[in-house]
């Protein structure tokens, strides 16, 4: 029996964030992604929304055994829910895939409070520049919704538990495309 895939769009793109193997590129149909906050969370972060017009750009990677434990653990925030009929891959066959979004009755604004943080906002740039390079940056700003939210500078004492060191060049990269997005950023206050 094969292992179920899931279908990652934010920070389980870049691949240093995980030991999930076998992943590889996909599209998935149906969806955008948008900057949300919840009770679960103190900061803003990424989910999918329903967008009959839309198609987003990410990685599946194998979940070994079936074994979602340790993922759900991870996207705590989320629902898992079923997506293999909308994810267009390279795979074999018809492998099951699923995906993690909020609830839209879960969903709440993004705030000063709740902030995007750069150290995870660097992570997922960090990730797509991998896999999809500058192209696939723009392409993830053009599919996202909410870069009227807040971003918290927190890159000097990074607050997001699988930040990654980026270089020089990527720094100017995610910053430039940062500033075309017209997003607010706030200063980190110790």
Not at 24 to 32: K, P, S, T
Not at 84 to 94: D, F, I, N, R, T
Not at 144 to 156: F, H, N, Q, S, V
Request: aromatic residues 10%; charged residues 25%; glycine residues 12%.
């Amino acid at each position: 029996m094969t292992a179920p895939y899931f279908f990652g769009y934010g920070s389980l793109v870049n691949t240093s964030t995980h030991r999930y193997g076998g992943a590889a590129r996909a599209r998935l149909r149906g969806w955008r992604r948008a900057w949300v906050h919840t009770g679960l969370r103190e900061v803003a972060f990424l989910t999918a929304v329903p967008c009959e017009d839309s198609e987003i750009d990410g990685l599946i990677a194998e979940v070994p055994g079936g074994d979602w434990a340790a993922l759900d653990e991870r996207e705590f925030a989320y629902e898992r829910l079923p997506a293999s009929g909308k994810v267009a891959h390279g795979l074999p066959g018809k492998p099951e895939i699923s995906v993690y979004a909020v609830a839209a009755g879960k969903q709440n604004g993004v705030t000063e409070r709740h902030p995007i943080l750069l150290s995870y906002l660097d992570v997922v740039l960090q990730g797509y520049l991998r896999e999809f390079g500058e192209e696939g940056l723009n392409g993830f700003v053009g599919t996202t919704d909410g870069w009227d939210a807040p971003i918290l500078d927190d890159r000097e004492a990074p607050r997001y538990p699988r930040h990654q060191v980026i270089t020089a060049a990527e720094r100017r990269i995610f910053d430039d495309l940062i500033d075309s997005t017209g997003a607010r950023r706030i200063v980190c206050r110790a």
